[in-house]
């Protein structure tokens, strides 16, 4: 990642114009996001209104068990994006925004008026309004993808979603081509072992007091019979004795007591990044949830 916040360092120095990084409020999620901007401002301050072109690239962790290479084209801002995911490492996703003209954009939203129409005239449910078509409304992707046992290919896919109809024609025509295939049917189904490494009664400390929990770290390991290779993860599972609260998420009248978490599971081979892992997510949900001095109604004896 270093390398490519490097090159995005050099790029920026190519240009004539204003550099603009931020970072997301929830650092667990976004790594690095960041803007570079070219075109003219007459006020460096006014880079936050500024609707120029703009390369970006945006780093965040994911969990998911996914594999993805993908082009997208279009949407409200980002004219250009391509994103790339390894299962359990970071997504990286470049972009380019604000590049397509004025012009550009109209002709596109007359085309795709006039291809509604004549999909609404030939009976076709797919693209039979002009918002599925334009491309500048809902970005149209392209990409190969595996994820929760199935391989995905998309052809100028929409974003509004899949028509039977779309298969029929072209794919700009429609909402685009999509096919997916099960991997069990194509590389044998998958075989998955779990064997225990490590096994530790602890607590989690917290500002009101000690809860004590079961930390178990275990390796697991899958393979397919057509693929030559062997997957491996190192995985914590986290057993409250005594469930720690938070406030409710307070959307219905039966969640706006209190709510306790009582069991966790993360990618990590060490018990105390585990027990930090939990702890994090408490005090984030209790923040959002409660604000900064909630506590629980019933106070916990430290051990």
């Known amino acids: 990642m270093e390398v490519l916040l ?3 360092s050099f790029l920026s120095s190519l240009f004539p114009s204003y550099k603009h990084t931020r970072r997301a409020r929830d650092s667990t999620a976004v790594l690095f996001d960041g803007r ?3 075109g003219a401002t007459s006020d460096p301050g006014d880079l936050a209104e500024f609707d120029g072109p703009a390369l970006t690239l945006c780093v965040y962790r994911s969990s998911e068990t996914s594999f993805c290479t ?21 997504v990286f996703s470049f972009g380019v925004e604000n590049v397509a003209s004025r012009q550009l954009r109209k002709k596109v939203s007359v085309w795709a008026q006039k291809q509604a129409e004549v999909n609404r005239a030939e009976g076709r449910f797919g693209g039979s309004y002009a918002y599925e078509l ?3 409304e809902g970005p149209r992707c392209t990409g190969v993808s595996i994820f929760s046992g199935t391989l995905t ?10 028509s039977s109809d779309s ?18 049917d194509i590389f044998g189904r998958e075989k998955v072992s779990e064997v225990e490494l490590h096994r530790e009664t602890t607590s989690i400390e917290m500002p009101e007091g000690d809860y004590p929990c079961e930390v178990v770290l275990s390796s697991r390991e899958s393979r397919r019979a057509l693929l030559p290779w062997t997957s491996r993860m190192t995985r914590a599972y986290v057993e409250m004795r005594k469930a720690i609260p938070l406030p409710g998420k307070g959307e219905n009248s039966y969640d706006c007591g209190e709510d306790a978490v009582s069991s966790m599971s993360c990618m990590t081979d060490s018990v105390i990044d585990a027990k930090l892992k939990l702890k994090e997510s408490v005090m ?8 900064r001095y909630w506590r629980p109604e019933a106070e916990v004896a430290s051990s």
């Not at 409200?76 to 391509?82: A, G, P, Q």
């Not at 984030?284 to 604000?291: M, N, S």
């Open 134 to 136: 334009d491309p500048f």
């Open 6 to 8: 490097s090159l995005f």
């Open 167 to 184: 298969a029929k024609v072209a794919p700009w025509k429609g909402l685009g081509w999509s096919t997916n295939y099960r991997l069990a």
């Open 284 to 291: 984030r949900d209790r923040l959002r949830r409660g604000g």
């Open 153 to 162: 290919f998309k052809l100028w896919q929409s974003s509004m979603g899949w």
């Open 70 to 90: 993908e082009v997208s084209v279009g949407g409200e801002s980002r004219d250009l994006t391509f994103r790339f995911t390894l299962p359990f490492l970071p």
């Open 36 to 38: 570079l901007f070219w």
